[in-house]
T-cell receptor, first 114, second 115 residues
């Protein structure tokens, strides 16, 4: 079974500050890892994903994440927060099977202060 | 076309009504999913279709009935719902080959209110 842990429910940063959203996973097989963003009253948009290869993954809107197997982590970062980054962020994991299921963390709300 | 399209965007229905949610994708993805999302919660998997066959049913009540008429369409038929079924219903699709995993693409959802 797979699981994702996102500690905390809310992160607040100032505009221009570093964004760091933490994600730890548990998986018995090599995982696929994802970060999704959800703006109010919208669906989920894929920010980035790790499947194989390079462990530092770059995504849209200046976000990136690093897969660290030894720490079972996949933290999301952005060097400089923008007001438009305020949203709900979900980390998710799936296995590599044909009928894989995407398992989400509980999500974290990012607020950006002017 | 790189989108998953869901209709309607909003739906209000009574507890005795029958309605359907529709999901469509033209990316050639052969796996399609229904998720339910309550406010301030992560999406919860309901059903998985793989090559138009139901492969996973996460013990969803029978008042929710999925249907996959073809490789591009996924429906969710609703009947005799309860107010607690009010939520955002998300459709997603995914595809993988022997060498590439394309991940999941989500639609924008149908906001369902049961009165």
């Amino acid at each position: 079974a797979q699981s994702v842990t996102q500690l905390g429910s809310h992160v607040s940063v100032s505009e221009g500050a570093l964004v760091l959203l933490r994600c730890n996973y548990s998986s018995s097989v090599p995982p696929y890892l994802f970060w999704y963003v959800q703006y109010p009253n919208q669906g989920l948009q894929l920010l980035l994903k790790y499947t194989t290869g390079a462990t530092l993954v770059k995504g849209i809107n200046g976000f990136e994440a690093e897969f660290k197997k030894s720490e079972t982590s996949f933290h999301l970062t952005k060097p400089s927060a923008h007001m438009s980054d305020a949203a709900e962020y979900f980390c998710a994991v799936s296995d590599t099977g044909a009928n894989s299921k995407l398992t989400f963390g509980k999500g974290i709300t990012l607020s950006v202060r002017p | 076309d790189t989108e998953v399209t869901q209709t309607p965007k909003h739906l209000v229905m009574g507890m005795t009504n029958k309605k359907s949610l529709k999901c469509e994708q033209h990316m050639g993805h052969r796996a399609m999913y229904w998720y339910k999302q309550k406010a301030k919660k992560p999406p919860e998997l309901m059903f998985v279709y793989s090559y138009e066959k139901l492969s996973i049913n996460e013990s969803v009540p029978s008042r929710f009935s999925p249907e996959c008429p073809n490789s591009s369409l996924l429906n969710l038929h609703l009947h005799a719902l309860q107010p607690e079924d009010s939520a955002l219903y998300l459709c997603a699709s995914s595809q993988r080959t022997a060498t590439i995993y394309y991940g999941y693409t989500f639609g924008s959802g149908t906001r369902l209110t049961v009165v």
